[in-house]
């Protein structure tokens, strides 16, 4: 999931995606994506895993709930 510049290449792969960009948006898309139990992986982008950790730690957390890998931005976090 994330904004659709950052998800063309996923979609060209094949993935099934859900764009969004703004925190409302992704909350919205997290929220629905932690809740459905056929969804066993949500990539998110680092903005998101930043912008919102209690909610992607919430999700991450359910005994059930999907796999959550927050991609690297490359930013400072990094140390680049």
């Given at each position: 999931m994330g904004r659709p510049d950052d998800?063309?290449?996923?979609?060209?792969?094949?993935?099934?995606i859900a764009s969004c960009q703004t925190?409302?948006?992704?909350?919205?898309?997290v929220s629905?994506?932690?809740?459905d139990a056929s969804v066993?992986?949500?990539?998110v982008p680092a903005w998101l895993n930043?912008?919102?950790p209690a909610l992607v730690e919430r999700v991450r957390a359910r005994r059930r709930g999907?796999?959550?890998l927050a991609l690297p931005d490359g930013g400072s976090e990094q140390g680049t």
């Open positions: 998800t063309r290449g996923f979609a060209l792969a094949g993935v099934e925190p409302r948006e992704a909350e919205a898309v629905a994506l932690g809740a066993g992986v949500v990539i930043r912008t919102l999907p796999v959550i």
